[in-house]
């Protein structure tokens, strides 16, 4: 299939206005619970991630904004490390509260039978609020480790009952323009409930709360053979879809590359995304990494993954609507499912390549940010570097 002139033109254009966020824990060091690698150059403290973040929009050009995990990224003046992002050309993305690494929250923290620990854990939201003022972010990204190991632990809707309210009390403190998105997760590390397991669950606390709240879909966080694209379609229909959480998985919550586990999934993805017009900023769906980079390199695996994004939403753009429609419209089963395989069989790495040149980038950003001789460059800088967040 060759795409018309209009259709490429068209696609550059939506390509351009994609952007891309970053997880400034992909920066640090990572690994299993089995062991942690540490690579040379990781950075120090945050001031250092958002740096390394910064190369990575230096050689894609799509991916501005870092989001940051408290306390993990704890730091004395939010408002120095947002004008730090801002003079290395980024900004400050969504904030994450991390519920998940204080003794007190072992059984719970937004849903805890104990109004002490909910408490805390309300607390912990409110702060990560006030460092979205400081750093001018516009949303609050919730995603909770709570859960029951055992039948009967404790009840089960006690503990809906208690996200909800708890919920309520963080959505009220958001200022009018700033957003909740709740984040859902099957298991992990609770293993016979997840207090968020599913889009439903996340849907119906979303709706309680207000216009302001939405689900994040990380595509690690579902059963084997769910059919994520379905969510994302169903999400869309509710004007809820907030964000993704991008990452592949083979097995588990694996946090290995985008794309790199399954394109044809990912692509399936966006082409509901360009199907519904959400791929549009203003359409409020912001496209995040979650990974861990724990045996590749950092920065090009971020890269890499940006490219993997992009090259999934370019395909996706160039599905040829028209036809796709009067196949269905026609009941031609074959003729649909070959426009689809038609834009997904596409070679769009020369397209990408031209659009960057276009936007005054080098046509392949592994191979500039490669030459650039910025991770030597850290290697000697920086000694000590920071572990991600787990087993910190
Ligand atoms: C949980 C999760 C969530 C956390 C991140 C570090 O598995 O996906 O988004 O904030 O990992
Ligand atoms: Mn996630
Ligand atoms: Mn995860």
Redesign the pocket.
């Known amino acids: 299939m060759t795409a018309s002139t209009k259709t490429v033109e068209a696609a550059k254009a939506a390509l351009r206005r994609q952007t891309i966020e970053l997880p400034s824990?992909a920066f640090g060091n990572s690994g299993t619970r089995f062991k942690v690698f540490a690579q040379q150059g990781v950075p120090r403290d945050p001031y250092e991630k958002i740096a390394d973040a910064a190369q990575v929009n230096l050689y894609t050009g799509v991916a501005p904004r870092v989001s940051l995990?408290i306390p993990w990224d704890l730091v004395d003046d939010f408002s120095d490390l947002a004008r730090h992002a801002a003079g290395l050309g980024v900004s400050i993305g969504m904030i994450?509260s991390n519920v998940f690494q204080d003794d007190d929250f072992m059984l719970g923290s937004l849903t805890h039978p104990d109004k002490r620990v909910r408490r805390k854990a309300i607390d912990h939201h409110k702060q990560c609020i006030d460092v979205m003022r400081a750093t001018g972010s516009s949303h609050l990204k919730v995603?909770l480790a709570d859960g029951l190991n055992y039948p009967g632990q404790d009840s089960i809707r006690g503990r809906q009952d208690r996200l909800a309210e708890s919920l309520a009390e963080v959505y009220g403190a958001l200022d009018e323009d700033q957003h909740m998105v709740l984040?859902y997760?099957f298991f992990e590390p609770a293993f016979y409930i997840t207090d968020v397991p599913d889009w439903g669950t996340s849907l119906l606390h979303c709706l309680a709360l207000g216009d302001r709240a939405s689900v994040v879909l990380?595509t690690g966080h579902h059963a084997p053979g769910t059919n994520i694209e379905f969510i994302v379609a169903q999400l869309l229909r509710q004007g809820r879809l907030g964000a993704f959480?991008f990452n592949s998985r083979f097995y588990a919550?694996d946090d290995l590359m985008v794309g790199a586990a399954d394109p044809f999934q990912l692509f399936r993805i966006m082409h509901e995304i360009v199907q519904a017009g959400a791929l549009d900023p203003a359409s409020g769906v912001s496209f995040m990494l979650?990974q861990c980079h724990n045996i590749e390199p950092k920065i090009p695996g971020q890269i890499r993954s940006v490219m993997n994004v992009q090259e999934a939403t370019t395909k996706a753009l160039l599905v040829d609507a028209d036809a796709l429609l009067a196949a269905q419209q026609a009941g031609d089963v074959l003729g649909a499912h070959g426009v689809l395989m038609d834009a997904y069989d596409t070679d769009v790495r020369p397209l990408l390549a031209t659009l960057r040149e276009e936007m005054g980038l080098a046509a392949d950003p592994m191979a500039a940010y490669a030459a650039s001789g910025y991770a030597d460059k850290i290697a000697a800088e920086r000694v000590g570097g920071a572990q991600a967040g787990w087993g910190a």
Do not use: G, V
């Open positions: 824990w995990h994450n995603w984040e997760k990380d959480d919550d979650d």
